[in-house]
T-cell receptor, first 115, second 111 residues
Framework: AQSVTQPDIHITVSEGASLELRCNYS??????LFWYVQSPGQGLQLLLK??????LVQGIKGFEAEFKRSQSSFNLRKPSVHWSDAAEYFCAVDLNSGGYQKVTFGTGTKLQVIP | GAGVSQSPSNKVTEKGKDVELRCDPISGHTALYWYRQSLGQGLEFLIY????????KSGLPSDRFSAERTGGSVSTLTIQRTQQEDSAVYLCASSAGQKLFFGSGTQLSVL
C-alpha cells in the first residue's frame, strides 16, 4: 500500500529564514506527488506537483520541491519565509497506474513564522 | 459554480442522530473525493467517485458511513448514529485531472 510520511508535525522558523518541509513516500513505482497548503480559515490549495521530468519543480508563492527517487522524498523548500506562509502543509501522493486516482495525504506539518 | 461548494458549513448534532453532508463539485469534474480532517490526524481518505465506476469505499471507517453521488454530480455523505469521535471537518474535493479542488468543508460537532 502506498503511504506518505511527514515526520515533522510542527516547525517554527524566523521570517526571512529558509524553510524545508520533509516528505517521504513508500511505493514501488514513482507516484504523482503534490504539496498542498491550508491557510487559517481557508481551503486547501495546490502549491506544486511532480509527475515526471525535471526533478525540481516550481510552485506558487515562491515554493519549490525536489523529487529524489533514491530517497523516496519530495521535500518542499522556500529560500526566504514570509509571515503569510504560516499555514499547514500537506504532502500527497497519487497512485496513477491504470488511470486510477486515489490521492493520499500525509498528516501535515504546521508552520509557524516568528518575527 | 466557480468552486466546490459544501453545505452546511457547520453542523452540530446530538450523539445517535443521523447527519447528511452535501458536496456540489465543479461542473464537469468527473472525480469526487471525501476526506475527514481531525486534529492531529491530517487528511483521512474516506471515499472516491470516478465517473460511472464503482466508488472506492476503502476509507470509510465503519458501516455507519455511506456516500452516494447522483447523476455524476452532487454527492451526499451520510453518517448514521453519530458518535463523538465523528466530530471533524469533512472535506470534499473534485478534479478533472490530478489537481484537486477543495471545498471549505463541513465542521461537524457531535455532542
Amino acid at each position: 500500500a502506498q503511504s506518505v510520511t511527514q515526520p515533522d508535525i510542527h516547525i517554527t522558523v524566523s521570517e526571512g529564514a529558509s524553510l524545508e518541509l520533509r516528505c517521504n513516500y513508500s511505493y514501488g513505482a514513482t507516484p504523482y506527488l503534490f504539496w498542498y497548503v491550508q491557510s487559517p480559515g481557508q481551503g486547501l490549495q495546490l502549491l506544486l506537483k511532480y509527475f515526471s521530468g525535471d526533478t525540481l519543480v516550481q510552485g506558487i508563492k515562491g515554493f519549490e520541491a525536489e523529487f529524489k527517487r533514491s530517497q523516496s522524498s519530495f521535500n518542499l523548500r522556500k529560500p526566504s519565509v514570509h509571515w503569510s506562509d504560516a499555514a499547514e502543509y500537506f504532502c500527497a501522493v497519487d497512485l496513477n497506474s491504470g488511470g486510477y486516482q486515489k490521492v493520499t495525504f500525509g498528516t501535515g506539518t504546521k508552520l509557524q513564522v516568528i518575527p | 459554480g466557480a468552486g466546490v461548494s459544501q453545505s452546511p458549513s457547520n453542523k452540530v448534532t446530538e450523539k445517535g442522530k443521523d447527519v447528511e453532508l452535501r458536496c456540489d463539485p465543479i461542473s464537469g469534474h468527473t472525480a469526487l473525493y471525501w476526506y475527514r480532517q481531525s486534529l492531529g490526524q491530517g487528511l483521512e481518505f474516506l471515499i472516491y467517485f470516478q465517473g460511472n465506476s464503482a466508488p472506492d469505499k476503502s476509507g470509510l471507517p465503519s458501516d455507519r458511513f455511506s456516500a452516494e453521488r447522483t447523476g455524476g454530480s452532487v454527492s451526499t455523505l451520510t453518517i448514521q448514529r453519530t458518535q463523538q469521535e465523528d466530530s471533524a471537518v469533512y472535506l470534499c474535493a473534485s478534479s478533472a485531472g490530478q489537481k484537486l479542488f477543495f471545498g471549505s468543508g463541513t465542521q461537524l460537532s457531535v455532542l
